[in-house]
C-alpha cells in the first residue's frame, strides 16, 4: 500500500488541518500518517487559540515515522514560526523524500492568521526550496511574490517568481478570483491552466488542505505532476459540491462523497 505523511497542524472542527489531510488521503486509497506541528482550536467560524508543538516533538515525530513507514509523499502544510519551519525543513532536507508538496498556510477560511507576520522571510529561504510542487491560493502567492494578482498574467507572472525562490513547481489557484476557480500550474519550462467552475456555496472550509493533500495522494500512487493535479482538482470539486451543511461559518466538505455514491 502506498503511504503519504502529512506534516501540518491540526483543525480539532475536523475540517482542515492534519484531520482533513488524513481524511483525503484515506478516501483516495493511501495510508496516511501525520506530524502535528501546531495544535488549533477553531471551527467553521473562528480561530480561538494555537499551541504549538516544540521543534524537538516536530523532529522526533519525522524520526518515527521515517524510520519505520516510508512516506511515498509528503504534504507540508501550517507552519506557523520560524522555529516550527526550521525543524520541518532540516528533516526534510535529511530524509529527502522524493515527492514534497507545500501549502504555505497562512490564514484560515475565516480570515484568521495561521502563520506569524516574521514568517515569511523563513518560509522563503528555508521551506519554499523543499517544495517539489508549491500550493499558494492568490493572497498567498501575493504575499510570498511581492506583486499584486488580478489575472491570469498575473498568476503567471507570480508563479515565475516564487519558481525563482527554489519550487520547482508553483500551482497557483484561482479560487479567490472572480469568475471561474482557475489554477495555473507552472513547472519551470511551460504553464499549465486547469480549468474550473465556481460552485456556489460558502462550504468550502479545509479546501486548500484537501487539494494538496489530493496532489499529495496521487504523487504517491505513481501519477506524474500534471495528471496528479489534475485528479486532485477533480476530487476537490467532487468534495466541494457535496459539502456538508455543518457548522455556524464555512462548513466543511464531503471528503467521503465518492464513497457515499457507489
Not at 497542524?9 to 501525520?34: N, P, R
Not at 507572472?157 to 495555473?184: P, Q, T
Not at 489530493?214 to 476530487?235: C, N
Request: with cysteine; net charge negative.
Amino acid at each position: 500500500m502506498k503511504t503519504a505523511l502529512s506534516i501540518a497542524g491540526s483543525d480539532c472542527s475536523g475540517g482542515a488541518g492534519i484531520q482533513a489531510d488524513i481524511k483525503t488521503m484515506s478516501a483516495l486509497g493511501v495510508f496516511a500518517m501525520s506530524v502535528i506541528v501546531s495544535v488549533v482550536a477553531e471551527n467553521t467560524s473562528r480561530v480561538i487559540s494555537i499551541e504549538d508543538v516544540s521543534p524537538r516533538v516536530i523532529s522526533d515525530q519525522i524520526d518515527a515515522v521515517f524510520e519505520d513507514i516510508w512516506p511515498d509523499a509528503v504534504k507540508i502544510g501550517m507552519l506557523s514560526t520560524p522555529e516550527c519551519m526550521k525543524a520541518v525543513a532540516g528533516k526534510i532536507r535529511e530524509y529527502r523524500p522524493r515527492h514534497v508538496v507545500i501549502d504555505p498556510v497562512m490564514y484560515a477560511k475565516n480570515g484568521s492568521p495561521l502563520m506569524q507576520e516574521d514568517s515569511i522571510d523563513t518560509l522563503i529561504s528555508t521551506v519554499i526550496p523543499l517544495a517539489a510542487v508549491l500550493t499558494p491560493n492568490i493572497p498567498e502567492a501575493e504575499k510570498i511574490s511581492g506583486i499584486e494578482i488580478h489575472d491570469l498574467d498575473g498568476m503567471k507572472r507570480s508563479a515565475e517568481i516564487i519558481s525563482r525562490m527554489g519550487a520547482k513547481a508553483v500551482l497557483v489557484k484561482g479560487g479567490h478570483r472572480v469568475g471561474n476557480a482557475d489554477d495555473l500550474l507552472f513547472d519551470g519550462r511551460g504553464f499549465t491552466v486547469f480549468p474550473g467552475h465556481r460552485i456556489d456555496t460558502k462550504n468550502t472550509h479545509g479546501t486548500g488542505c484537501t487539494l494538496s493533500s489530493a496532489i499529495a495522494s496521487y504523487l504517491a500512487l505513481g501519477e506524474e505532476l500534471a495528471a496528479a493535479v489534475d485528479k486532485a482538482k477533480e476530487y476537490v470539486t467532487g468534495a466541494i459540491e457535496h459539502a456538508l451543511e455543518l457548522g455556524k461559518g464555512n462548513g466543511p466538505t464531503d471528503h467521503f462523497f465518492m464513497h457515499r455514491e457507489v
